[in-house]
């Protein structure tokens, strides 16, 4: 499939950009800050859960650990709650308000050293058994 960037801009504004230490890397030097400040100015630490059937690991929490309202959401968003998760620390891209901080002025302006994921889209849908089209309606 053929695929020509309109630079609408809308996946700038609807995903979180996660990063590769390369990547964190080669944005600071880009944008002359340490990785530290680049960390501390750029970036926010996310987690993801998934549920776990093993019990005993260091990244594994069990769920009784957790706060009472995010077992009571994990179950009604994914029907079931499970007794420990397995725990996946990541960096993301901060955002300004909806969009990626990096987009200014409908532009991208870290694009000389833009993320893998940004690089790659359309080309990396969560279904790719699926027409792009249907994935992404929103892109032109």
Not at 33 to 56: G, R
Not at 57 to 76: G, R
Not at 101 to 130: D, R, T, Y
Request: with cysteine; proline share 6%; hydrophobic share 35%.
């Amino acid at each position: 499939m053929s695929f020509k960037c309109l630079s609408c801009t809308q996946c700038c504004k609807r995903y979180n950009i996660s990063l590769l230490p390369i990547e964190a890397e080669r944005i600071a030097n880009y944008l002359n800050l340490s990785l530290k400040e680049f960390f501390e100015q750029k970036t926010e630490l996310f987690l993801q859960l998934f549920p776990s059937p093993f019990k005993e690991n260091d990244l594994i929490v069990s769920s009784s650990s957790f706060p009472k309202e995010l077992t009571d959401k994990i179950y009604k968003e994914c029907g079931f709650c499970s007794t420990h998760f397995l725990l996946l620390p990541g960096i993301v891209l901060k955002r300004k308000e909806q969009d990626c901080i990096f987009l200014k002025e409908n532009l991208c302006s870290i694009h000389e050293v833009k993320p893998a994921p940004c690089e790659m889209f359309p080309f990396i849908s969560w279904q790719p058994e699926k027409d792009l089209r249907e994935s992404y309606k929103f892109c032109k």
